[in-house]
């Protein structure tokens, strides 16, 4: 299955959805990000009960170099937190990550985070739209007027025993896994959930179809099923069937 991409104009710059579907439990998007992204928190499906919304994990792959801000600086407490928004210093607060071309960084629901300007970033989503935004850098949005914040749901949703994400070389979670594969003849995948491809350096070949640098496949649940290519390179995303 192809599909065509679905860009959304953001305050802060491009959304392109690569791969949604109705009762699809992975959402699959490029942030291009021209300005920096809220600095906000999604909720886990314990920090959910507190807060309200629906649960969502997501990682990234760095598509370009970069910097993300994920997870609290040890010892930070709600109160610091509360305190650092009406200060407008919320940053210092989180660890900073300089990402490189091909870092990935696993994020999970309740853990605060924000993508700096200038960065570019594969991510894959639980496909929840639940965000709380802490502090949005003082701006505004198309009617002039500061964009709504939700503090009190924010430091609700946040787990805060969870540490700062570290670079990983592949993501494994009950909600999806995640991991770059290269291409030098084919490669025998599982098939049995959702397969989502895309192709990060080079094309691969899927049936027959070759997909081109930039495009993205998605292989419903079923039997075993290669792809091959060249000197390529490969970002597999599998998601259990519900």
């Known amino acids: 299955m192809t599909f065509i991409p679905d860009l959304r104009h953001k305050l802060w710059g491009i959304e392109d959805w690569l791969i949604s579907a109705p009762g699809l439990p992975i959402l699959i998007k490029i942030l291009e990000a021209k300005y920096s992204l809220s600095i906000q928190v999604h909720p886990n499906e314990t920090t959910r009960l507190a807060s309200g919304g629906d649960a969502k994990t997501e990682m990234w792959f760095a598509l370009s170099d970069g910097v993300v801000y994920a997870g609290l600086r040890p010892g930070t407490t709600a109160a610091d937190l509360e305190a650092a928004v009406t200060e407008g210093s919320l940053a ?137 290519g060249s000197s390529s390179e490969v970002l597999v995303t599998e998601a259990p069937s519900p």
């Not at 960084?105 to 965000?131: C, I, K, M, N, W």
């Open 92 to 228: 210092d607060l989180l660890v900073r990550h300089d990402l490189k071309t091909g870092d990935i960084l696993f994020v999970p629901g309740g853990l605060v985070h924000a993508v700096g300007a200038a960065t570019r970033l594969y991510e894959v989503q639980q496909p929840s739209d639940t965000t709380f935004r802490l502090f949005d850098w003082g701006r505004v949005g198309e009617d002039g007027r500061p964009r709504e914040l939700h503090v009190a749901k924010a430091l609700a949703a946040i787990d805060y025993d969870l540490p700062p994400p570290q670079k990983v070389k592949s993501v494994e979670s009950p909600f999806f896994s995640f991991r770059p594969v290269k291409l030098d003849g084919s490669v025998k995948l599982d098939g049995s959930g959702y397969t989502a491809l895309y192709a990060f350096r080079g094309s691969f070949t899927l049936g027959g179809i070759i997909y081109p640098e930039g495009s993205s496949a998605l292989v419903q649940p079923g039997d075993p099923f290669e792809i091959s």
